[in-house]
């Protein structure tokens, strides 16, 4: 018997070394080929499940049978916009410290609008220059991205690309070094001098063949027959918006009648906007060598499809054109995965695919569902606000703005009137408190020790930037929403889970197969991607790697 646990712990011995000597062989300087980071735009987690048995083998289940999923993978701040999503996905950093507060966002100093990619100090390329379309650059985030990483860490050798129809889903995920970001403009794409004076010749030539007005002339119409879609509503409902006021709402969708009268950027909110930022990405992986890079280094290829936002936006989550344009895009991934195959290697890229928020159902629908919800109507509010402060204090316009849920106080009308600018916030407070739609209203600075959950704390703050938000932060009840022009579709930003909780699935080169329901969160992404190119993570992370990713 002695000898028998002498020699079962002599195995164990054994067995542990060979285990040590195998994990030491594997630290080595070894690299995926190519990165490719894709972020769907409004993408729920649940998407993932509720279109599950409906997706083909190739696209979301070929990365969920064969990558690595963050089942609970959260946004750990709030307002849950576009811009400051993929921010946070690139930069594994929060408002607070890269500085991307909003899609737009006032500068406390200056009292100016700012959108988060405008920068007047460049010009667009591929249009008139003088457009602000084109006038754009990432030098509103002050943290570096993960692509900037890894521009860093190879000495520049690194390729980095970003695509997406919106300019903000390209530019702030590609980073300050990129070699290029494209995005799209009435149809066409195009970039700005701060990376290039012309477009390639590529890109030209994919603009001229206008693939825009292709799908455009052909319509929308559903990829299976209608009566196999899944809504608890009829294709023709309340909940809907339209592309023109008086269009028609059903299936087929005419496009061409909706691009005469809007512009040919009606095809970013179609399924088709994905599909053109794919075919896009293909041209670009080719033209480029992505992922031959000649030094060895490895390449990154960031694309946003942004056409889910716009869908969702339009139609709501719970319709037959979310439905539709997820099983396109599903099969879209497929083509693009299989195309990554065989440019750069099965097994030798990988990929990650997030969202940069998620997105709430239309209230409408969930009240005649009998639930709670509602539109807060903002119109009036700040007229409200400023006469009620005018009223107590016979100070005009004491609040210059309301964006974002915040309310941003004028310091120099209240500093110049000597009034009291804790007063005046916990007025507002006690006012906006009483609103039916508010369920918390809080003084950024003294978010800490506001009478709120801790983890709505933590968001507040964590999407606080001194110098680029408002004084106090708006926080709705839940599937409550702003109502926009009609109470049709949807929209996103607050702390809710509908809106916070997003897919997180990785694939290939360096990979573990499996899931976690731990919970992770957005800020985990870059410095997981830092850990798994041993590079450093990027200078404003505060996230963690998800070590159970790697292998
Ligand atoms: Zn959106």
Known sequence: ?????????????????????????????????????????????????????RYGNDGFKRMLNEGFTAENTQIPYIPTYTAIGHTCIYTGSVPAIHGISGNNFYIRETKTRMYCAQDDSVNGVGLDPNNKDGKMSPRNNLATTITDELKLATDFKSRVFGVALKDRGAILPAGHFADAAYWMVDGNWI???????????????????????????????????????????????????????????????????????????????TPFGNTLTLELSKLILDKEKLGHNPTGAPDFLA???????????????????????????????????????????????????????GAAHNPQFIIDEKGNGGFNVNKDLLNDLNNMLEAAFNVKKIIYALTNNQVHLDYQVIDSAKLDAERIKSMIINHLKKRHAVAFAVDMEKASSATIPEWLKTMTINGYNYKRSGDIQIIFEPQWIDLYKNPTGTTHGAWNPYDSHIPLVFMGWGIKHGNTNAPTYMTDIAPTLAALLHIQAPNGNIGKPIIQVLE
């Open 303 to 357: 694309i946003s499809l942004s056409s889910t936002d716009y869908v969702g936006h339009q139609f709501a989550i719970n319709s037959a054109k979310i439905e539709d344009t997820y099983l396109r895009l599903d099969k879209d991934l497929g083509d693009f995965f299989h195309y990554l195959d065989q440019k750069v290697g099965k097994g030798q890229y990988t990929v990650f695919l997030s969202a940069d928020h």
């Open 191 to 269: 970039t700005s001098t701060f990376y290039m004076n012309t477009l390639p010749q590529y890109i030209q030539d994919f603009n001229k063949a206008d693939y825009t007005s292709q799908f455009l002339k052909k319509g929308w119409s559903t990829m299976y027959p209608l009566n196999t879609y899944s809504p608890h509503v009829p294709d023709n409902n309340p909940y809907e918006g339209r592309y023109f006021d008086e269009g028609s709402i059903t299936f087929p969708i005419n496009l061409s009648e909706a691009a005469d009268k809007n512009g040919r950027d009606v095809i970013k909110a």
């Open 1 to 53: 018997m002695k000898l028998l646990i002498q020699r079962f712990l002599l195995f164990i011995l054994l067995f542990n070394f060979v285990n040590t000597v195998s994990a030491q062989l594997k630290n080595t300087n070894e690299r995926p080929k190519l990165i490719v980071g894709i972020v769907v735009d409004q993408m729920r987690w649940d998407y993932l499940y509720k279109y599950y048995d």
